[in-house]
Nanobody, 124 residues
């Protein structure tokens, strides 16, 4: 059974940075794309970023382009989300997910395993 565990969330001021990590276990990591999604309180979960199995391609939501960077280390079975220039509107629970395929996707239906999430709060 695949397990995904996020870490690195917390409270940060506007303009600050955080680095989220997601550790995968119990399955094949390197063959699948990985993604980050987020869910603000009272709102729907939304796509943030995704990276292909080989790190050859990545895609980002328009709202985070130029500020967030997704990366992965297949040797460590980890995926990361570096978040810079954080804004209050970035406040949400951030979820790591494993895709059904090797290529990136921004659609939740294309992901079959999800972590429990980590809270990110950006104060103004």
């Amino acid at each position: 059974q695949v397990q995904l565990v996020e870490s690195g969330g917390g409270l940060v001021q506007t303009g600050g940075s955080l680095r989220l990590s997601c550790a995968a276990s119990g399955g094949t990591f390197s063959s699948y794309a990985m993604g980050w999604f987020r869910q603000p309180t009272g709102k729907e979960r939304e796509f943030v970023a995704a990276i292909s199995w080989s790190s050859g391609s990545a895609r980002y939501a328009d709202s985070v382009k130029g500020r967030f960077t997704i990366s992965r280390d297949n040797a460590k079975n980890k995926v990361y989300l570096q978040m810079n220039s954080l804004k209050p509107e970035d406040t949400a629970v951030y979820y790591c997910a494993r895709a059904r395929y090797g290529s990136t996707s921004s659609y939740m239906k294309d992901y079959d395993y999800w972590g429990q999430g980590t809270q990110v709060t950006v104060s103004s």
